[in-house]
């Protein structure tokens, strides 16, 4: 995607109008137009706070491989917490990694509870019953 189809993706998504975009940016609305027209491109300034204020990277916006889920980017406490996960060892993240896929499969329907052979639950040493989850193939 190029610069001034992600641009105007952008803007969209936050529902600015060129001229807000322009003002947030410290620009003319009209120069805004130019760029998503594709006519010009704005100067290290004004992509910078382009970059900035939309919370993507200048990566994103210049490179056409550089993809970006909005709806993550938006998100402040999943890209933290996916921030903290990429800074942990390869052992934890594949914890990480198996947790989160657990869950998803839990939330998709394709799971059955299970009690062991007795059919009786398990408890634990407060006398709460454990559940053991069987994800079904």
Request: overall charge neutral.
């Amino acid at each position: 995607m190029a610069f001034a189809d992600k641009l105007r993706r952008l803007r969209k998504h936050q529902k600015w109008s060129q001229d807000e975009l322009g003002q947030k940016i410290g620009i003319h609305g009209r120069h805004v137009g130019k760029y998503e027209a594709g006519q010009v491109m704005p100067n290290a300034e004004s992509l910078i706070r382009i970059a900035k204020i939309s919370d993507v990277t200048i990566d994103y916006l210049l490179l056409d491989d550089a993809e970006l889920r909005l709806d993550l980017a938006q998100n402040k406490e999943l890209l933290r917490l996916f921030d903290e996960v990429n800074r942990m060892d390869a052992d934890d993240q594949a914890v990480v990694k198996s947790l989160i896929d657990a869950y998803i499969t839990l939330r998709n329907g394709r799971w059955k509870q299970y009690y062991p052979a007795n059919n009786n639950p398990v408890v634990d040493m407060i006398g709460r019953p454990k559940v053991f989850i069987l994800f079904e193939q």
